[in-house]
């Protein structure tokens, strides 16, 4: 098992980093700390499959769709994303700084009878490896890193040319403070008081300008809406105060 390295001042932040490694054994229960996730994976993977078939030609409906495809879910935690992009059939690896992690997302995979390539290290990591990936998976992970820029462009190399690019993340402003920190950790209590840092959260044009000085071009963003009165999640053309996602491709 690779760890982290320990002189890597681009974007490992070990504080981060811990913050998540203390809850890793509750990643496949519901309701536990990671029930905000498992409540918004069905709008997240919406999302991502779409762009995924929008972008290489693929049916959702055919059998594997995404065989062939080569993924990297970046960030992957306990394996939320990476086990619905094995079953349809993408090579699919999960990366993560967290250590801890890593064996959970294994265990989880082998009950499922998946296999998928969980790795504990950084994207930087993967890029001195020269590994490349059709689609990068880059949810919820840039505002827990040290230099966004940094992390930013290390998903560039990994992205094969014509490769696509899904980050989401959370938007900085008196809404999404009140919502995520305010509401989320201490109100509704669904994650624990500090797990998220409002300073390091990234508007929509801030994360825009990232991805193009990285070198990649945006091509679609949207919104992650959610209705408190449903209980529920669903995508937004226009509203993407809190959270939201982008889409990008590497033409280079």
Not at 37 to 53: G, V
Request: with cysteine; glycine share 6%; net charge negative.
């Amino acid at each position: 098992m690779q760890a982290a390295p320990e002189n890597n001042t681009n974007t490992f932040d070990a504080d981060e980093v811990a913050k998540f490694e203390a809850m890793a054994a509750e990643w496949w229960d519901p309701n536990g700390k990671f029930k905000p996730l498992h409540m918004l994976n069905p709008c997240r993977l919406d999302y991502i499959t779409r762009q995924i078939a929008a972008e290489f030609d693929r049916d959702l409906h055919d059998n594997l769709p995404f065989k062939g495809l080569r993924i990297l879910d970046i960030g992957c935690g306990g394996g939320l994303l990476s086990e619905p992009m094995a079953r349809l059939g993408a090579d699919v690896i999960g990366a993560d700084a967290a250590a801890g992690n890593i064996p959970v997302a294994q265990a989880h995979a082998r009950q499922m009878g998946l296999e998928i390539d969980y790795r504990n290290c950084l994207a930087e990591d993967l890029t001195l490896e020269g590994e490349t990936f059709d689609v990068v998976l880059n949810m919820e992970v840039i505002e827990h890193v040290a230099d966004p820029q940094a992390f930013m462009h290390a998903c560039k190399t990994l992205l094969k040319p014509g490769g696509l690019l899904l980050c989401s993340t959370i938007n900085r402003n008196p809404k999404s403070f009140a919502v995520a920190i305010v509401g989320a950790e201490h109100i509704m209590r669904w994650l624990p008081k500090g797990t998220h840092d409002w300073k390091k959260f990234i508007t929509p044009d801030e994360l825009v300008e990232l991805i193009k000085t990285a070198g990649i071009e945006p091509v679609d963003r949207k919104g992650f809406v959610f209705n408190p009165l449903l209980w529920t999640w669903s995508i937004s053309d226009r509203d993407l105060s809190v959270n939201y996602v982008t889409a990008s491709v590497n033409r280079s």
